[in-house]
C-alpha cells in the first residue's frame, strides 16, 4: 500500500462518516423546486474530464492497462448501454449502487494520470505546483489558491467561493506531498454533485 | 390531434364494455365522447392511455374503482349511447378515495382509479437568491451546459461560460440555438447519442452481423447488416430531413468517400464472400426500417404471420406497446388466427385483434428461409410467400389494418404509420426524455404537446423539434 493509499483511505474515510464537504451552505440559497437533473453519463463524464484535465481518451481510466474504464468494463454503471456486449438495448434510468464507486475509480485514476504527466513535466493543469515537493501548498497560499481555482475552472467552468477554498484549506493541512494534494484535490472537485449532474 | 385522442381512448374506454358484453369490437364514438366532455385533460394532450384507466385486469375483467364506477353508472345500457351520461354522473365522486375527485384528477392527469397516482403542483421557489442559478424560471445559463452536454458531449469551458454570461438575455436565447445547430452537426450528436437512441428499435446481435466473427469455408456468415439500419436513422434524424422517411424511405445510406451519410439507391448486393449484408428488396417495395434486411431477419425469422415484426413496428414507431395494452384498436372479425396459434383464445385475442391485421401487411416479407440451403433467402419481397406459408390465405383475403384504416400494403401501411399523430408524438417523446431525463410530468404536458404538435409545419424535422424544445420551461428551468 502506498502513502497515497493511505491517505486517500484516511480522507475518503472522513468524507464518508462525514456526509461529504458542502459546497455551499444550504440555508443560504434559494433551492430548486424541480430537482432535476441529469445524469453525466459514461461518454459525456468521459469527455469533460478529458477536456478538464487536457489528457487523451486513452489516458483517463484503464482496467489492466488496455480496456477502456468508461467505454468497455464500467460503462454500464457510469450510465451507457451496451447492446453488443450485453443486449442491453438501453441505459439504466438511474445510478447503480457501483456507480459512486466506480466514478472514484475513473476520477482517481484520471487525476493520478494528470498528475504524473504534470510532474515530468511541462505540468499543464498543476502549473503553480512544485510536484517534487516533499509538502502540499499551505492552505490560503498563493500556490493553493492558484491550483484549486484552476480545478474549479476547469471541473466546474467557475471559480471557487471562500468557503470552497476553506473546504480544500482542510485538506491541505493533512500531511501529504504536493503530487498528494494534487490528486485528491482534483478528485475532490471532479467527484462533486456539480460536476456529475446536470 | 383529436384523431389520436379518439384512437388512444379507444383502447380504454372500449375494452369496458367489449369485455362486459363479450364483443371486442371497437366502440369508435367512445372516445369521441370522452374528449367532447374532456378535451383539455392531459390525458388527451399526448399521453398513450392504457387499460388501467379503468382495470386492473382485461383477462380476467377486474376494474379500479374508477371502472367499476363507469360501469355501475352504465347499468347494462348500451355502451355507445350512455357513456358520456355515466362519465359526467361519476365526475363529482372521488372513487379511489385519494381526496380529490374523478374531474379534478382527469384534469389533472392523474389516474381517478388509483389512490397512488397523485401529483402535486411546483412550489414557488423561496429564499434569499441563489448566485449561480435562476431558480425557478427559465435560466439560460443552465440550457447552456445542458445544450453542451446533450448535444454536443462536452460541458462548456470556463472561458465560454464568461462569455455566454456577459450576453443580454435575448443575445443568450440566441446563443443557445446556434450552439445547438452547431452540436447537431457535431460527431457525438449523430455517432453517438443518436445511435445510442436507436439500439432497442434496431436491437443488434453482433453474431449476425457484419462484424460477426464466425465463418465457415472462409464464407463469413453475416445474416444481415444492422449497420444499413443505423445509417437510415441517423440521417433521417440529421440536416433538417423529414424523419417521417425513417418508415417511407424507398433509398438506404452508406458513407461516401468524405465519410458523410449519402443515400444510395437501387438494390444493395451482399459484400463479397458474406451471406449477406446488403438490401436486396427492389427500392417500390421497401419501407425505410421496417423493411431492411435486418429487421425482417431478427423479427420475422421463419415465422408465417410476422407479429412480432409488426408489434415491433408498433412500439418502437409509434409508442405504443401491445403487451403493455397500449394502443389497442380491435378489428371487427379480428384474429382469424389463420396460421392456428390459438391467438383467438380469449385472453389473446385483446390485442391480436389488432395486431393480426398488422401483421398480414408483413407477410410478403421474407424473414429468413432455409429451405434450399446452403443458398438462404434472407429479407426479401415475395408476393407468393403469404398464399405459400399461411393455409387459408387467398379465401380469407384478410384486410391490412393499423391505426383504423386500410390499406393495400406494407409501404402504405408505413406511410399511414409516419403520418400519424403517434409517430410525431413518440419521436417527440423521445427527444423529450432524453433532453429532460423524465416522462412529461403533468405541468410539462402543455409544452410537450406544442413541441409535438408543431412537427408537421417544421417538415417533420427533429432538428427544429430540438430547437423547440430546448425552449421549454421543463428543459431549462433550474
Known amino acids: 500500500m502506498t502513502r497515497l493509499d493511505i491517505v486517500l483511505a484516511g480522507v475518503l474515510s472522513a468524507a464518508a462518516c462525514g456526509g461529504g464537504p458542502e459546497t455551499v451552505a444550504e440555508n443560504e440559497l434559494t433551492k430548486s423546486t424541480r430537482a432535476r437533473l441529469l445524469w453525466k453519463r459514461n461518454v459525456a463524464l468521459e469527455k469533460d474530464i478529458v477536456r478538464a484535465l487536457e489528457l487523451a481518451p486513452d489516458e483517463v481510466c484503464n482496467e489492466l492497462g488496455t480496456a477502456s474504464c468508461t467505454r468497455d468494463v464500467h460503462h454500464v454503471a457510469l450510465g451507457g448501454a451496451a447492446p453488443f456486449s450485453l443486449g442491453l438495448h438501453k441505459a439504466l434510468p438511474t445510478p447503480m449502487l457501483s456507480t459512486a464507486v466506480v466514478v472514484d475509480r475513473v476520477l482517481l485514476s484520471a487525476c493520478s494520470n494528470r498528475v504524473a504527466k504534470d510532474a515530468l513535466g511541462p505540468a499543464v493543469v498543476f502549473t503553480a505546483l512544485d510536484l517534487q515537493d516533499e509538502r502540499g501548498p499551505a492552505a490560503g497560499g498563493k500556490a493553493f489558491d492558484a491550483t484549486v481555482t484552476a480545478l474549479y475552472r476547469r471541473f466546474l467552468a467557475r471559480d471557487p467561493t471562500e468557503q470552497e477554498l476553506s473546504v480544500l484549506g482542510d485538506l491541505a493541512r493533512e500531511p501529504m506531498t504536493a503530487q498528494e494534494f494534487a490528486i485528491l484535490a482534483c478528485y475532490a472537485v471532479g467527484s462533486t454533485t456539480e460536476f456529475l449532474f446536470y | 390531434m383529436a384523431t389520436l385522442h379518439n384512437r388512444l381512448l379507444a383502447v380504454t374506454c372500449s375494452l369496458v364494455p367489449g369485455v362486459i358484453a363479450g364483443d371486442a369490437e371497437a366502440k369508435p364514438s367512445a372516445p369521441r365522447e370522452f374528449c367532447s366532455v374532456y378535451a383539455g385533460a392531459p390525458e388527451c394532450l399526448g399521453r398513450t392511455i392504457t387499460c388501467t384507466k379503468c382495470h386492473t385486469s382485461t383477462q380476467p375483467v377486474a376494474w379500479n374503482n374508477y371502472g367499476a364506477a363507469v360501469f355501475a353508472e352504465l347499468g347494462g345500457e348500451a355502451f355507445d349511447d350512455n357513456l358520456a351520461l355515466a ?170 468517400e468524405n465519410g458523410e451519410l449519402a443515400p444510395v439507391e437501387g438494390v444493395i448486393e451482399a459484400p463479397p464472400m458474406r451471406f449477406a449484408g446488403g438490401q436486396p428488396i427492389e427500392p417500390e417495395h421497401r419501407a425505410g426500417m421496417l423493411t431492411t434486411q435486418w429487421n425482417l431477419f431478427l423479427n420475422t425469422m421463419f415465422s408465417a404471420v410476422p407479429r412480432v415484426t409488426a408489434g415491433h413496428a408498433y412500439r418502437a414507431f409509434l409508442g405504443l406497446d401491445l403487451s403493455l395494452q397500449q394502443g389497442i384498436a380491435p378489428v371487427h372479425g379480428e384474429p382469424l388466427d389463420l396460421d392456428a396459434k390459438g391467438v383467438d383464445a380469449p385472453a389473446c385475442a385483446q390485442c391480436h385483434s389488432t395486431l393480426d391485421p398488422m401483421a398480414y401487411a408483413f407477410a410478403a416479407y421474407e424473414g429468413f428461409d432455409m429451405t434450399n440451403a446452403p443458398s438462404l433467402v434472407i429479407g426479401t419481397y415475395r408476393p407468393e410467400r403469404p398464399a405459400a406459408r399461411i393455409p387459408g390465405w387467398e379465401e380469407a383475403s384478410p384486410d391490412f389494418i393499423v391505426l383504423g384504416q386500410k390499406v393495400e400494403s406494407l409501404v402504405e401501411m408505413a406511410r399511414v404509420m409516419a403520418d400519424s399523430p403517434e409517430f410525431s408524438r413518440n419521436l417527440a417523446h423521445m427527444m423529450f426524455v432524453v433532453a429532460v431525463g423524465h416522462e412529461p410530468e403533468p405541468e410539462e404536458l402543455a409544452e410537450f404537446e406544442a413541441i409535438w404538435t408543431a412537427l408537421p409545419e417544421d417538415g417533420y424535422s427533429a432538428n427544429r423539434l430540438l430547437h423547440r424544445l430546448i425552449d421549454t420551461d421543463a428543459f431549462g428551468t433550474p
Open chain 2, 87 to 256: 362519465l359526467a354522473s361519476i365526475e363529482d365522486v372521488d372513487s379511489d378515495g385519494d381526496g380529490l375527485s374523478n374531474l379534478e384528477e382527469i384534469e389533472l392527469g392523474t389516474n381517478p382509479g388509483d389512490p397512488l397516482s397523485q401529483w402535486m403542483p411546483l412550489p414557488e421557489p423561496t429564499g434569499p437568491g441563489n448566485d449561480h442559478y435562476d431558480v425557478g424560471v427559465y435560466d439560460p445559463r443552465f440550457a447552456f451546459r445542458r445544450v453542451r452536454l446533450l448535444f454536443c458531449g462536452m460541458s462548456p469551458s470556463f472561458e465560454e461560460v464568461e462569455a455566454f454570461a456577459e450576453l443580454g438575455h435575448e443575445d443568450q436565447r440566441a446563443a443557445l440555438h446556434e450552439n445547438l445547430s452547431t452540436c447537431l452537426q457535431s460527431d457525438h450528436w449523430i455517432d453517438e447519442a443518436l445511435v445510442e437512441l436507436a439500439h432497442p428499435k434496431i436491437r443488434p446481435v453482433t453474431a449476425y452481423g457484419a462484424d460477426t466473427s464466425i465463418s465457415v469455408m472462409g464464407f463469413v456468415i453475416t445474416v444481415a447488416d444492422y449497420e444499413w439500419d443505423y445509417r437510415l436513422w441517423q440521417y433521417v434524424l440529421t440536416g433538417d430531413r423529414d424523419a417521417r422517411e425513417m418508415l417511407t424511405a424507398q433509398y438506404h445510406v452508406d458513407r461516401d
